[in-house]
């Protein structure tokens, strides 16, 4: 008779699929439920709440991230401004 | 080694379903209004059509929502449909500015502790509740779409409307 040797890999995969689906059960992780969301419909939470602070941002972003593009800049920059 | 793995897998999405609150839907008992301890004061609901409609003053398809209650409450109030607004507003403050500002026709509470919000579970911000004359849930609406909810409304509220109320 032959005697079977335990799967390692295969109980390796299957504790690590049981810890993250798991996870997802676990209390320790917070759902903000629907009706708690007042504080994040807040103006202050709106990262376009100021659109002169926001143009000012975008301008030094674009002159110092030319290079790689920066935003919804295509090709490649001086970097210069 | 396969059958191992969805063995574990499985286990551990029971595990997730049942870990995740219930939602209220059709055919449930709708939670008791009483035991929620609401500011402000319930109408008499028994063996009338309710709906209910949990709002926030910072969610705004809610504002967008309360003229069509109005209305709602206008057109079906004389035969028999009570239009109930639950507040999740945890400032007292603004949902008394909400309620001066749109003076809605129709009673307003504020679920100040959101005991009944909690266990009813709603999908999201407005969520209205159409009750039937028996207080069983028999029709839900996630979320507040103009023209179409408010048609939508009507056609259930008739058909609810019509029906007889249980015996006692």
């Given at each position: 008779?032959k ?15 049981a ?51 920066g935003?919804?800049?295509?090709g ?6 | ?6 063995s574990?897998?499985?286990a ?20 008791r ?39 709602l409450?206008?057109?079906?109030g ?17 949902c008394?500015a ?46 507040f ?10 056609q ?11 015996d006692?």
């Amino acid at each position: 008779m032959k005697a079977t040797r335990p799967n390692l890999l295969g109980i390796a995969l299957g504790l690590a699929a049981a810890g993250l689906l798991g996870g997802c059960a676990s209390t320790a992780m917070i759902r903000v439920h629907p009706w708690e969301r007042a504080a994040l419909s807040d103006e202050a939470m709106n990262p376009d709440r100021d659109p002169l602070g926001s143009s000012l941002a975008d301008h030094v972003h674009v002159s110092r991230e030319g290079s790689s593009g920066g935003r919804s800049v295509g090709g490649a920059g001086c970097g210069c401004n | 080694m396969l059958s191992r793995v969805k063995s574990i897998a499985a286990a551990a999405l029971c595990l997730l379903a049942t870990s995740a609150a219930a939602q209220v839907g059709p055919g449930d008992v709708f939670p008791r209004f009483e035991a929620a301890g609401f500011e402000g004061i319930l109408p008499a609901m028994a063996g009338r059509v309710v709906l209910v409609d949990f709002w926030a003053s910072w969610c705004a398809p809610c504002q967008a929502s309360f003229p069509a209650y109005a209305r709602l409450n206008g057109d079906y109030g004389p035969r028999g449909l009570v239009v109930l607004a639950v507040s999740v507003d945890q400032s007292s403050d603004a949902c008394a500015a909400f309620v001066r500002k749109l003076s809605p026709p129709f009673p307003v509470v504020r679920d100040l502790r959101q005991k009944l919000v909690s266990d009813v579970n709603v999908p999201t911000m407005p969520s209205s509740y159409l009750l039937g004359r028996d207080g069983r849930v028999r029709f839900v609406h996630a979320g507040f779409y103009g023209e179409r909810t408010e048609r939508e409304l009507r056609q259930e509220i008739e058909l609810l409307l019509r029906e007889s109320a249980p015996d006692k």
